[in-house]
């Protein structure tokens, strides 16, 4: 085959591999949105208000990951960069919507790990996030060698990890006060850190790469809410003593409604 007819016929193919990997992030978002209609039902809060969340998160987390960005040699767009930055942004959407905060992220946590566990798979095909060379990897088009899948094992863990969450909350009736995003902050955190040794990154300092950081402070991070989530729940009486900022069937502004409410009567 000529040079020219050869180069245009692999310009065609990569084009419908960053067609298969726009499409696969749809096919993620939509089977996120499925599962959500289901999954929203077991924690009895407002749905529209829910979804309302939901989207305005997107926004978000994208200036989240721009802005962090900016600060580091790597670049790019990545879910990891958002990752530690979103229960904030949960916590401020909640108390403008008045949607109770952590029942709210019990119910988002699973959704963040199936779209990741979804999307990952088609990184393969956009060539991004992709691993070292290996004889046993897949075809890299940007690369042009065969480089180790970690996309595909970084996305069975996500999946994994979003089995988890859901069994678990069925366990607990849906009754887990928090726990969920504690428990993906914390198993993301640390599979993603693992993986990332098998990533073809950039190392920043101690060969430790820049992603690599914020997996382990989304880890770091996990096991605080955790410690912080077991303790309440071995406490009961610390709860009852605190009834307001504990209470699940409350929404944040009207928890913090009745917050000044109180305060105004000890005066």
């Known amino acids: 085959m000529p040079v020219r007819n050869k180069n245009i016929f692999l310009g065609l193919i990569y084009s419908f591999y960053n067609e298969i990997f726009f499409w696969g992030h749809i096919l993620a978002s939509i089977l996120v949105v ?14 529209e208000k829910a979804f309302l969340l939901a989207f305005s998160i997107v926004p978000f987390a994208a200036s989240a990951i721009l802005i ?7 670049g790019g767009f990545n879910w990891v960069r958002a990752v530690v930055f979103i229960p904030i942004a949960i916590y401020l959407l909640c108390s403008a ?3 109770p ?12 790990a199936l779209h990741h566990g979804i999307a990952h798979i088609f990184c393969i ?5 992709h691993g070292y060379p290996s004889t ?5 088009k940007d690369k042009q060698d065969y480089l180790f899948p970690v996309q ?21 009736k849906y009754d887990v006060h928090g726990i969920s995003y504690g428990q993906y902050l914390f198993l993301f955190g640390l599979t993603r850190t693992f993986w990332e040794f098998f990533r073809d990154n950039t190392p920043e300092r101690w060969q430790i790469s820049t992603f690599q950081y914020y997996s382990f402070a989304a880890f770091v991070l996990g096991s605080i809410w955790l410690i912080i989530t077991f303790y309440l729940r071995k406490h009961p009486e610390f709860v009852k003593k605190h009834e307001l900022f504990f209470k ?14 109180k305060r105004k009567r000890n005066r």
């Open 34 to 47: 499925l599962f959500c209609f289901w999954y929203i039902k077991k924690f009895r809060i407002n749905s």
């Open 152 to 172: 595909l094992f970084e996305s069975a863990t996500s999946l994994l990890i979003f089995w988890f969450m859901v069994w678990y909350a069925k366990r607990k």
């Open 101 to 112: 905060f952590t029942r709210t992220l019990d119910f988002l946590a699973p959704c963040a």
């Open 97 to 99: 919507v008045d949607m």
């Open 248 to 261: 699940e069937d409350v929404g944040e502004l009207t928890r913090i409604k009745m917050f000044l409410r």
């Open 68 to 74: 962090t960005g900016r600060f580091d040699s790597v």
């Open 125 to 129: 095909f956009a060539g991004c996030c």
């Open 136 to 140: 046993f990897g897949i075809w890299n």
